[in-house]
């Protein structure tokens, strides 16, 4: 049997959280699969489009939806 785990991180709420805040975990979290950021509508298109990261799901309202 083997496992796989795949890491993820709930800011849900988390409204103090900034677009830079968020691009720094983003980029240095490189094994992140999922982040989780309902309620954070502070994070604007320069968080969703300024990481590195491009295996990162992101779950949650973003600017635009």
Request: charge should be positive.
């Amino acid at each position: 049997l083997t496992l796989t785990l795949t890491p993820t991180l709930t800011l849900t709420r988390c409204r103090g959280v900034s677009d830079d805040g968020a691009g720094l975990l983003a980029d240095a979290c490189s094994r992140l699969h999922t982040l989780t950021i309902w309620g954070c509508s502070q994070l604007t298109q320069r968080f969703f489009h300024g990481h590195s990261n491009e295996e990162l799901r992101i779950v949650g309202r973003g600017p635009t939806q």
